[in-house]
């Protein structure tokens, strides 16, 4: 499939009829929007003539002390001068490459890894090599391996991306004993790592690990997002990264959009301020984790035949396919029958994939999580038998058979988030 | 002077003693500050989930079928599916850049342009060739000779990048007459004209010209913003582009961004369905008249050794310095002072301006802007009285006396806007 076929099944699979188990859109009604309107108001009459100006490149100044807060639980150690706030961390994911990598460079991703971050490192011509992750997260002897094996080939490796805490796509979290490992590594081979958080704070048990950058400031570029914690229409994200660093992503960040949006960063740094938000991430987590668990139960009931994780947080599960199936063949399938994912094929730089794809169970209710996985139950009974019946890879035409759908959707990718 | 120390110029340029008649920040106080907030918390009662949520890279189609209206007073020819939304026009310029321009590839752009477009050509490692303006804008046979020797030097010209209205910072507008032209040499010599247009509905008198988008809507990417018709804090700009080049500037923004801020564009959008905004507009004519008319008096009367055109529209007047005086070593003295501007070197990619300021009149009143042209004349007259005294290039050394600035500034860089 093309992007714009791609695109064109998502503007299908966003129909109030289809269950979308694609996206990554956190559950935006279990905000106090009388709250979040009422503080709008105020803030407008009593800072609008900030809110509505041009900002500073690097961020607000009181929006990066209180950014600072939020990151003390997970023991990430900076300074306000450290922080350069960024149009959701998807931004700052994008000034680091074109900060750093050069076209042909080697950035190291987990095998499987976020599409959107993919979709960067591909912007910018760079080389990804994946590296395996486990239960614990990545393989820190895989790492050591590839990076040995980069270096006897003489290639520049720039970049060891990492998503540290309930990983999209693949639910794991990477171990406390590995993160100091996996640091060790990447400073003996020369590597930075940029430790990309959105889901840190979204951990079902107990408190969040301490994040990587609190091990080495100097070798980590740290990412956050106000998106899974807040909401995600402000597009407000942020780096913290080591001063010489810093400086060059600010100079980035200016040429690229001038400044952050004022208006965003003064509306997030009053919610933070005038709410309980530490309160509203603990309903967050509360409402995901009833989801997580309707979602399992449903795959355990109905989905015998596909193997899974049991993801400690955030908003995904990785399921694994009968053998024999292709998940990015079976989609279309699916979404004719009124259920949609997103084909491991996505989180791969290499075409790897085709066995897995990603269910999320952030945005649905656990009633409708249940009638999307036995929809799907329904797609891979109906593949299983076509296969049995025709032998591997003889399936059905894919047929849309809900109308034509043309130029790209007005609804946001649910593959990007 | 380097980037870090123009910006710690600055940093002492935004203290409230220096009148600063550098930046190019919108005035607005005149806004209808109580109209825009009472809007916004309807909006997230009415709209909340929608605004608080992942949008379309493309952006909102409400918001894009009223930038039709807007762009309607300058017979921009579109569709919605041809607008792509962006954070602030700024984004779409780096959007342009990054899709079409590789290192080495030439850019033309007026001489002198906006300092802000000349950063993104840079950093995509442009090859930046000025191409002379006067009263009535771009020079048509400046052009022609221009192209033709780059074709016999086997040079590969991308992009035309004009600003036709109420230039910044050269403050002149490309005449009717010469849209036509201009356009047709371009296509003869197959470069694409990037129409940079953020002052267009900022004209004193008369009808805003037909963009350059309307004589050829195949051959020219329009950009266009609310950061002076409305408000700049939302970063909401815009481009309209061809079919197969606004597909992928929307692949090149999801990469950069993922999606524009809902909530940023459901804003701008609610304020120009429940605002008169075709009278705001006027509101901010009348006010940047009076202020230029104000810039004009204190010149003729205060600096009478320098000269300097006659805006109709936009932020800016472009000063030519007695001669023998250098805009950037003069600056210093200038801030000193408290007087700030914007030296001409900033508007050129080959260090041409060294006897041009840009001065803004869009933010001070009236008054302020008087004290800033007296204070600019003190320090004119110092430097004309040292030169006379020791020759040329003996001023004195910088010195601030303003006490120490470290770090990058928190306000924003006026010579960005």
Redesign the interface.
């Known amino acids: 499939m093309t ?2 076929e791609i695109r064109a099944l998502f503007a299908v699979a966003s129909r109030p009829e289809v269950v979308s188990l694609a ?1 990554g ?2 559950y ?2 279990a ?1 106090p ?2 709250v ?3 503080s ?6 009593e800072r ?11 961020g ?2 009181g929006l990066r002390e209180q950014i600072l807060d939020v990151m003390a639980l997970q023991k990430v150690h900076a300074s306000p ?1 450290d922080i350069i706030v960024t ?2 961390s ?2 700052a994911l ?1 000034l680091v490459t ?1 900060v750093f990598v050069d076209p042909g460079d080697v950035v190291l991703a987990e095998a499987p890894s976020y599409v ?1 971050a993919l ?2 490192f ?2 910018y011509q760079a080389d990804v090599v994946h590296v395996p992750l486990d239960a614990e997260g990545l393989q820190p002897e895989a790492l050591r391996e590839q990076l040995e094996k980069l270096r006897r080939d003489g290639r520049r490796v720039k970049l060891l991306y990492v998503i540290p805490n309930h990983h999209n796509p693949a639910g794991v979290t990477l171990s406390a004993a590995r993160r100091p490992e996996i640091l060790e590594i990447a400073r003996r081979y020369g590597v930075l790592v940029l430790e990309d958080d959105p889901y840190g704070l979204l951990g079902f048990d107990g408190d969040p690990l301490p994040a990587i950058q609190s091990l080495d400031s100097d070798g980590v570029i740290y990412l956050g997002s106000f ?1 899974k914690t807040f ?5 407000v994200g942020w780096a913290v990264a080591p001063h010489a660093v810093r ?1 060059r992503l ?3 960040s ?11 960063q003064l ?1 997030v740094s009053s919610y933070l301020s005038n709410h309980d938000w530490k309160h509203q991430v603990g309903v967050f987590r509360e409402l995901y984790q009833e989801r997580r668990d309707a979602m399992l139960d449903a795959l355990d009931d109905l989905l015998p035949s596909a193997s899974w994780n049991v993801p400690q947080g955030g908003f995904y599960v990785w399921v694994r396919l009968p053998a024999g199936l292709d998940a990015k063949a079976m989609l279309p399938r699916a979404v004719t029958q009124r259920v949609a994912y997103v084909p491991g094929t996505a989180f791969y730089a290499d075409g790897q994939g085709r066995d897995h794809i990603r269910l999320s169970y952030c945005f649905p209710t656990p009633e409708r999580i249940r009638e999307g996985i036995r929809r799907l139950a329904g797609v891979l009974d109906a593949e299983l038998e076509i296969q049995s019946t025709f032998g591997p890879g003889m399936g059905p035409t894919p047929a849309f058979g809900m109308g034509r759908v043309t ?7 649910p593959d ?2």
């Open positions: 992007a714009s996206g859109m956190p935006l009604a905000l929007l009388d979040v309107g009422g709008l108001e105020r803030l407008v009459a609008g003539l900030v809110a509505l100006q041009y900002g500073s490149g690097q607000d100044p001068d149009t959701g998807q931004q994008d074109r959107g979709g960067v591909r912007s998106s909401a995600p229409g402000y597009r400086e600010v100079l980035a200016e040429a690229a959009i001038l400044c952050p949006s004022s208006f965003s509306a130029g790209p959707s007005d609804s946001p990718s990007l988030t």
